[in-house]
């Protein structure tokens, strides 16, 4: 039986475990991962699954749960043409802040970079790997349209397609959640006080709501966090860079590895990451436009 790549699950304790049955499957840009599969079915623990590849590489439901999330990004792109969540002024209390409508991630949502980056790398990919002719329009609903459209031949086929599954349900559900459809657990964001180091926990669904740092005290709105956030000068942890950025704390260590963005002991530093970020949205609108 030919197991789904994406809801099959063989779970190992460490690689000295691997199995003659663990397949290695060439990745995009050279990369490679392991398929994990034990040699007799006895050796599956509880956390191990198993279920039929019945359209070549996924299953049936794992194929459907792609297209519900195709459908999910339109859905939710529409929903959030204006802040769900719109703030007034906002301050530190020590120099003036533009307004956040809707939070960090919200305007990082609405530039697009992300989604529309996502979803042409994977139209490209399928167009090469298929020799297939890519979408007539740029518009989100014709992209998520081709790519369900094609679905079922990457299903059989394509090497990447749990890859694929993934970044599309991430992106689905950090939809629904700027829609108002699931909840909202919060950005970090750095604490505003010099040399105090906290990371600070802020919810983008009420920005008047008073966070404050058991650390040193100080006490602020979150549209107030959130807007110091973006225009902090601090060495920070990947996972606040992330948070600013609008990307996986993933993203921003492989980022610091390429030299893209400034990295040292004590973290990434921020304006760099947002000069970079910026840098590469202006890219990205280019080719768009282009």
């Not at 942890?237 to 400034?262: C, K, M, Y």
Request: proline letters at 6%; glycine letters at 8%.
């Amino acid at each position: 039986m030919i197991e789904c790549a994406i809801c099959t699950k063989h779970p190992h304790d460490s690689a000295d475990n691997c199995t003659p049955f663990c397949i290695e499957i060439p990745q995009p840009k050279g990369k490679a991962k392991v398929l994990h599969r034990h040699l007799p079915d006895a050796d599956c623990t509880t956390e191990c699954r198993s279920r039929e590849a019945d359209l070549g590489r996924v299953c049936g439901p794992c194929a459907q749960k792609i297209r519900d999330d195709l459908d999910t990004l339109v859905d939710s792109w529409a929903a959030t043409t204006d802040p769900a969540f719109p703030g007034g002024s906002s301050g530190d209390g020590r120099a003036k802040s533009s307004p956040l409508p809707g939070g960090t991630d919200w305007m990082d949502w609405r530039q697009g970079a992300d989604l529309f980056g996502v979803l042409t790398t994977w139209v490209r990919d399928w167009c090469d790997v298929y020799a297939l002719a890519g979408p007539r329009r740029g518009d989100l609903t014709s992209i998520t349209g081709w790519l369900r459209a094609h679905l079922d031949h990457a299903a059989n086929s394509h090497p990447a397609i749990d890859d694929f599954a993934d970044e599309i349900r991430k992106l689905a559900q950090r939809g629904m959640r700027l829609a108002g459809e699931v909840p909202d657990h919060g950005q970090r964001v750095p604490c505003p006080t010099d040399d105090c180091g906290r990371t600070l926990r802020v919810r983008t669904a009420d920005i008047d709501e008073r966070v404050r740092c058991h650390k040193c005290g100080i006490e602020r709105t979150a549209g107030q966090l959130l807007a110091i956030a973006m225009l902090a000068d601090k060495w920070v942890p990947a996972e606040t860079a992330a948070d600013v950025a609008g990307v996986s704390a993933r993203s921003i260590r492989t980022w610091g590895e390429r030299g893209h963005i400034d990295r040292g002991p004590d973290g990434y530093w921020l304006p760099s990451v947002r000069q970079y970020v910026a840098e590469r949205n202006a890219k990205l609108q280019t080719r768009r436009t282009g």
